[in-house]
């Protein structure tokens, strides 16, 4: 039976035991960890700035000017998009647009489908008539 090297216990046999690239396996093993990145901000102070928590002053010390001056260019331009509204013109040209009347309900398809059938069914019934006329006078 095989042992593998993640087996082995108290570290015995590592020290001798190479990879392909130089390394040892415990060197090899040390890379493979996961370490918590501390250099990853983590925006609090910007976060509780947009939530309306802290003061702008602050949230500008501890975030830095290029953030907040980009938050705030986005939150005036949502402003002037919500307050925008379309042209009277615009409006004008879609009511006028619109019929003065309100559209009868349309016949749906079973309607016209009814009146082909009943058609289909005379023809059909005029066909197999004859058809017996022509046996019996044969």
Do not use: C
């Amino acid at each position: 039976m095989r042992r593998d090297d993640a087996e082995l216990a108290g570290g015995e046999g590592e020290s001798n035991v190479r990879k392909p690239h130089g390394k040892t396996v415990r060197e090899s093993r040390v890379m493979d960890r996961e370490v918590p990145l501390s250099s990853v901000p983590d925006h609090a102070a910007l976060h509780d700035w947009l939530d309306g928590e802290i003061e702008q002053s602050r949230a500008r010390d501890a975030e830095g000017t290029p953030q907040i001056d980009l938050w705030t260019r986005i939150n005036a331009e949502t402003e002037m998009l919500r307050r925008r509204t379309t042209p009277i013109y615009v409006q004008k040209a879609i009511m006028s647009a619109l019929p003065d009347e309100t559209p009868s309900a349309s016949r749906g398809l079973w309607t016209r489908a009814t009146k082909s059938r009943k058609t289909v069914l005379v023809v059909s019934a005029a066909v197999a008539a004859a058809a017996l006329a022509v046996r019996f006078l044969l």
